[in-house]
């Protein structure tokens, strides 16, 4: 593995489904976010981690949940998946919250709720 | 409120100079991102900026005016590989980036 890798890269699911997108870094980073990207708008922070143990909410956490057991991995969880939840999501991190460089993304994986 | 301005699309020829400007607010500032983005890709980092001037990186140079709440990403010689869309981030005080919809950037031969 180098640098974030995230599964699946795209799926197709059923509305009400329960759904995780998982997020492994090895750069050995503090803090990991989850961004949702839809046409026609920015970015959007769903959660984020500052460090191993901690998740902070971000604009748009409605439906979703994470968890921070280690500082490898950050898994996004809708718990029953609805149709608005269909989009690009990406896996992101850094060196620190505070971190003022750059920001490293995952590949992205593709989500399409029916 | 939190808010990133640019525009959504523009067309450029192949070997010109093209602006991208980005217009911001946020609350509270530590620093000005540009960020490229090839469809179907992840975001890659272009330029980070958070004193007031130009930043010179290769055919790319990124300018900020802090009191104006503007920057731009000047691209320089294009090339047909620099289609793409290009995001503007703020980072506000809490360290969180604020970002744009993105400039879908055509380069025409």
């Known amino acids: 593995i180098a640098g974030i890798t995230q599964a699946p890269t795209s799926q197709i699911l059923a509305a009400g489904r329960r759904m995780t997108l998982r997020c492994t870094q090895d750069?050995?980073?503090?803090?990991m976010y989850w961004y949702r990207q839809d046409l026609g708008l920015g970015l959007r922070l769903i959660h984020y981690s500052n460090t191993a143990g901690t998740t902070g909410k971000g604009e748009v956490p409605d439906g979703y949940s994470v968890s921070r057991a280690n500082t490898d991995d950050f898994p996004l969880t809708l718990a029953s998946a609805v149709p608005s939840q269909t989009s690009v999501y990406f896996c992101a991190s850094s060196p620190a919250v505070e971190n003022t460089g750059e920001l490293f993304f995952g590949e992205g994986s593709r989500l399409t709720v029916l | 409120g939190q808010n990133i301005d640019q525009p959504t699309e523009m067309t450029a020829t192949e070997g010109a100079i093209v602006q991208i400007n980005c217009t911001y607010q946020t609350s509270g500032f530590n620093g000005l991102f540009w960020y490229q983005q090839h469809a179907g890709e992840a975001p890659t980092f272009l330029s980070y900026n958070v004193l007031d001037g130009l930043e010179e990186k290769g055919r790319f140079s990124s300018f900020l005016s802090r009191s104006k709440g503007y920057s731009y990403l000047l691209l320089k010689e294009l090339q047909m590989k620099d289609s793409a869309s290009y995001l503007c981030a703020s980072m506000d005080s809490n360290y969180q980036l604020i970002w744009g919809a993105g400039t879908k950037l055509i380069i025409k031969p």
């Open positions: 750069m050995r980073h503090n803090a």
